[in-house]
């Protein structure tokens, strides 16, 4: 069993920041990939951004010069880095973990996920 829980989410003004944190237990490889997702109300799972073990990472348009990812393998923790937020990015984000040494945007080729964190930029 793999246990992936988000923290760091909340109420945030537009052009403020936030980091989310992903902690990672249970059987869970360094090898993994991990990704963000979010999920706005009434909008489809989204990809924000994923990184491999070895630090390549690959991010959504959207994210792009905005969002870092990080990891800190010792401590399987996954951090999100979002600045200059908008209302648009207000949406619950998701971590999420891949088995398969691929860096990918499919949500479905992610095996582990979260239960979410909601964050709100709003004025």
């Known amino acids: 069993q793999v246990q992936l829980v988000e923290s760091g989410g909340g109420l945030v003004q537009p052009g403020g920041s936030l980091r989310l944190s992903c902690a990672a237990s249970g059987r869970i490889s360094r090898t993994y990939t991990m990704g963000w997702f979010h999920q706005a109300p009434g909008k489809e799972l989204e990809f924000v951004g994923a990184i491999t073990w070895n630090g390549d990472s690959v991010y959504a348009d959207s994210a792009k010069g905005r969002f870092t990812i990080s990891r800190d393998g010792a401590r399987n923790t996954v951090l999100l880095q979002m600045n200059s937020l908008t209302p648009e990015d207000t949406a619950v984000y998701y971590c999420?973990?891949?088995?398969?040494?691929?860096?990918?945007?499919?949500?479905?080729?992610?095996?582990?996920w979260g239960q979410g964190t909601q964050v709100t930029v709003s004025s």
């Open positions: 999420a973990a891949d088995r398969a040494l691929q860096l990918s945007r499919m949500a479905g080729d992610y095996d582990e």
